[in-house]
């Protein structure tokens, strides 16, 4: 495996990046009870009004996740997202979660408007993968098929040969290889890293975390399972390898609800976004979940294992963006053409493997 070389002072200057949208990044105003019911009945209102749908992320807030759900929108990771996007018939889709999320439905459904609460979401990963530096690294590198995460703007997916989410990386990545094709992966180094390891591919690593999953530390891990010895341990894959070295179970976001329903475990340690303790608890009530711990010496860490852009979705500007309406994402024409084909190729691929649940477990 090969790792990009970036000079210190790049990464240095990558992060001061990273902490200065950190720096931006707006905590909701609390809302009271009845604020909060009196919000939820218009955006509901509004949505059918719209002919709307609201697409929420397992990151987001329980409420947003509760209200998708009961006006027939959407709640899941970011490819079960871009494919409910697509399918469905609204004239709207209301993404709640971050920007690329947003960026990718539109992609998709250009003939769809497609609202976010807020245009100032995006992800650390993002960020630290602009085209201006990422275009010259795949020309440098004619050899390879780029392959980009799906957490990425629109331009740097313009520039792959294929868009992959966690749930599917590994699966593209063996086809690749038996294929005898060399990757170059960008941004995630921990996933790429991890599907490198996993599938034997040859991958050449762009460096760039999540804050949220880079905050998840194996000393935390190993002593929070001492108190729980019975508990098996939930990663998601953007997390350090010493981390999924101890993990039973590596997967993406959909990946790790459906491996917390068919393990026998009463008890599992969850290192991802806690957002998603959501969805698990709702699906298995009797079960218990504890938040992976995390240690945030690093300055970017204001996560606490919770995304700060994926908190600024709220319902005020929710509901903000549906009644004006506000916040459409616009993507350049041939950007978005160039950007679909990649996104498709993932679509086609996922359809035609009919993708099995896939880990160490
Ligand atoms: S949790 Fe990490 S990968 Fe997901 S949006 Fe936030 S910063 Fe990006």
Redesign the pocket.
Known sequence: MNMHDFPSSQLASDQQIVRDYLSRAEAPRPMSASESADCKSEILTLLVKRNARLVAHY?TESVLQELAEESEGFVGDSLEMAKFGHDCDADILVVA??R?MGETAKILSPDKTVLMPTLG??????IACPIEDFGPFCDAHPDREVVVYA?TSAAVKARADWVVTSSIALDVAEYLSEQGKKILWAP?KHLGSYVQRTTGADVLLWDAA????EEFKARGLADIRRLHPDAAILAHP?SPQSVLDMADFVGSTTQIISASQRLPNDEFIVAT?KGIFHKLQQISPAKTFIVAPTAGEDATCR?CAH????AMNSLESLRESLSNPVNAIEIAPEVAQNAMKPLTRMLDFAAEQQLAVRGKA
Do not use: K, Q, R
């Open positions: 990151y979660g971050v690329f979401a995006t992800c650390s990963l993002d957490n995630d999540c804050i949220v999953h953007e976004d996560s995304c700060p852009w994926m």
